[in-house]
């Protein structure tokens, strides 16, 4: 079977790495994919939203089935553009995939269905949004409507702050056409969980949950990231947690989506934040997190293709969907300054015991030597028999990794071991 993955990033190296594990997989093809993928696929540099090129490689290389990782190309209708030319694809097709590239769409249709989110209001004009700040209550959420590689939810905690986010996306274009809408929303209090579940339009299974962690420096301090690194399982999920959540919000979100003519087929992302009256959801995705994934996937006991095509062609109630018992924990090794500005081309070198425990993303191959070319360059990832020991696992690796200009937060799944040693006590 010749499979193709859309996307270039460490969730793509993971899902990769996953996928190479059923025998029935004769090649795959990365598009444009990076250094570190390159060790595991072929890489086409061909970039994720050249939809037309996409569709044209598919057809010469005579793939068989296609993953479409990334959020942009699902909602520029890359599913359905390569569903033309008769290739399935894992992913949502661009009528389901709003849930994800509009933020208006999303909070409208949670209101809808009574999905619990925070409350919210909903502008198209930088003037009225300023004025409506004037009075609101602060701390406040500013949200571009569309995509914005994770980084388009700006948390204000003073009224200038809010100000300042309303004038970046709407007036400065920080997000470009994604800031010509914006949500203001109710600040939501407690932990945040990320809960990534395989759907075939009817059947919703959740996976493991987990916890990223979103700001730059330790103590959750500085700019908002694509993500330092994660923690599964998130200790804040606990079963009543669960059980609330699939009631209230996974289950209706599944059926209402097919009820609006937009049957949700791949994995849909649930980022919750559990208040003090329950789970809420903060945002849905379209597609894997990132680096969620890089934890939530090792632990999956189950092939993760058999599970991909049940999602495209239904089913998936018939196929075991298993997660191992253990701990997973992923440590971002980042370009220093990053998410703003940071040097690159520095030489990686990974041990080769360790190549296996990491998922690259921010690298590309010069000369033969992997370099770094993002500001996220890879992720160290420990699957262990508990957290305590998955996380000081995933540390000892970075340790032992190096390249020019590396920065990483060192109390990633600090507040869970915390959380944890409480609830034993």
Known sequence: MKIMVVGGGGREHAIIKKLLENKSVEKIYCLPGNGGIAADAECVPIGSTDIPAIVDFAAKAGIDYAVVAQDDPLVLGCVDELNKIGVPCFGPNAKAAIIEGSKVFSKNFMKKYGIPTADYEVFTDA???????????????????????????????????AYEAVREIMEDKKFGASGDKIVIEEFMTGPEVTVLSFTDGETVIPMVPSTDHKRAHDGDKGLNTGGMGTVAPSPYYTPDVAKKAMETIILPTVKAMKAEGRPFKGCLYFGLMITPEGPKVVEYNCR??????????????????????????????????????GAACCVIMASNGYPEKYEKGYEITIPEELKEHVYVAGAKLDSGKLVTSGGRVLGAVAVSDCLENAVAESYSYCEKIHFGNAYYRRDIGKKALDFLKNEVK
């Open 288 to 325: 894997f997190g990132d680096p969620e994934t890089q934890v939530v996937l090792p632990l999956l006991k189950s092939d993760l293709l058999d599970i991909m095509l049940a999602t495209t062609n239904g089913g998936l109630d018939k196929v075991p969907v298993e997660f191992s018992e």
């Open 127 to 161: 003037a009225e949004a300023l004025k409506y700040l004037e009075t609101a209550k602060i701390p406040t959420v500013v949200k571009a409507d569309g995509p914005a590689l994770g980084k388009g939810a700006i948390v204000a905690l003073t009224r200038e702050d």
